[in-house]
């Protein structure tokens, strides 16, 4: 009873690095998402994706890339990572997005050095 | 654009106290969908409730209540008798129908002492 796993919880990078943030569903979701947590802002969307090979923006996608080639899985890449990048990352899943719950991962803590 | 806003940024209080956390929220859509989430100090954030833009009933559950109102555009959440383990970020967010983006206010930090 997984439910939505991010890997890694905890990553320290340096400027300019690059890494992928990986998140998994194990229950059949088609629509999933990709939110950033900044101190006093809450949570912002990211990239978010409708099924099996879509991906679409969100309110903040510069500087990140998303692929969804396998439905249970939707991988956030940070290309050159940059101090600006430093958040906390949450994904989330749901079936279909007409009043189910949503729900999400632990979060993964990323600090940009 | 959707927009939601939660007035208070932090709120202290003592056990036993009730307190209420505000939360407005602007859209266009006919069709939408209401949340609140919980933070703990761990950093998850847990589901609380959902409620759809044609449902005005307010609901309770334990301690919780919410009131829904949709002439004002609010849903408040009111917690009756606080107690320590309610410290912890609460997050109201807005949904749209069509691809479930959620639109999260800044959240609101409550602390209760004992």
């Known amino acids: 009873n997984a439910g939505v796993t991010q890997t890694p919880k905890f990553r320290v990078l340096k400027t300019g690095q690059s890494m992928t943030l990986l998140c998994a569903q194990d229950?059949?979701?088609?629509?999933m998402y990709w939110y950033r947590q900044d101190p006093g802002m809450g949570l912002r969307l990211i990239h978010y994706?409708?099924?099996?090979?879509?991906?679409a923006k969100g309110e903040v996608p510069d500087g990140y890339n998303v692929s969804r080639l396998k439905k249970q899985n939707f991988l956030l890449g940070l290309e050159s990572a940059a101090p600006s990048q430093t958040s906390v990352y949450f994904c989330?899943?749901?079936?279909?997005?007409?009043?189910?719950?949503?729900?999400f991962g632990e979060g993964s803590w990323l600090t940009v050095v | 654009a959707q927009k939601v806003t939660q007035a208070q940024t932090e709120i202290s209080v003592v056990e036993k106290e009730d307190v209420t956390l505000d939360c407005v929220y602007e859209?266009?859509?006919?069709?939408?969908?209401l949340f609140w989430y919980k933070q703990p100090p761990s950093g998850e954030l847990v589901f609380l409730i959902r409620?759809?833009?044609?449902?005005?009933q307010n609901e309770i559950s334990g301690r919780y209540s919410w009131n829904f109102q949709k002439s004002t555009s609010s849903f408040n959440f009111t917690i009756t008798a606080s107690q320590v383990v309610d410290s912890a970020v609460y997050f109201c967010a807005l949904s749209e129908a069509s691809y479930g983006k959620l639109t999260f206010g800044q959240g609101t930090i409550l602390t209760v002492h004992p």
């Open positions: 989330a899943s749901t079936v279909v997005p007409t009043g189910n719950t949503i729900y």
């Open positions: 409620r759809n833009s044609f449902d005005e």
């Open positions: 229950m059949n979701h088609e629509y």
């Open positions: 994706s409708v099924g099996e090979g879509t991906t």
């Open positions: 859209t266009r859509d006919t069709t939408y969908y």
